[in-house]
């Protein structure tokens, strides 16, 4: 079955709009944690599904951990401007890997996305992908969450 160019255009942007969903987890997550009783499963489970679901935020901590180790921003949280000839403070940094997160966890959904609509070997790539990312990521975020503390 062909598929027209627009039609194909609107699923990649709105597989790029689900890309945005963890923002909505890592709001309820905070949420959740200043609102709930004690136990916070809701907090918890926002922050397992928030985990799960942004394998971006990976790329932004590579971006960040980038400027820190090749000398551009100063990562040192006591420093509130840059110190020792350093460029940018650690906001900066930290902001430069949260829209650079966001920016991948959307491509990444959208490549995804084609890739599972292209049929054949890039869907039996993508699929086994998924299955590695769900095999791995789900024990670690349920482990992580279960130990997070509020």
């Known amino acids: 079955m062909q598929v027209r160019a627009t039609r194909q255009l609107v699923e990649l942007i709105l597989a790029a709009i689900l890309g945005l969903v963890p923002l909505l987890f890592d709001w309820s997550n905070g949420y959740f944690a200043a609102v709930e009783p004690s136990p916070k499963p809701l907090a918890r489970v926002s922050f397992a599904l928030n985990r799960i679901s942004f394998p971006g935020s990976f790329v932004g901590d590579l971006a960040v951990s980038s400027l820190g180790a ?4 100063d990562l040192d949280w006591q420093h509130e401007h840059p110190s020792r000839g350093r460029r940018m403070g650690w906001r900066t940094a930290s902001s430069i890997g949260d829209w650079t997160s966001i920016a991948s966890n959307a491509a990444l ?4 996305w084609f890739m599972w609509r292209s049929g054949g070997r890039r869907r039996r790539v993508a699929l086994v992908l998924f299955a590695l990312w769900l095999i791995v990521m789900v024990p670690l975020s349920v482990f992580a969450s279960a130990w997070t503390v509020y």
């Not at 090749?70 to 921003?73: E, H, K, P, Q, R």
């Open 70 to 73: 090749y000398g551009v921003a």
């Open 109 to 112: 959904y959208a490549g995804a």
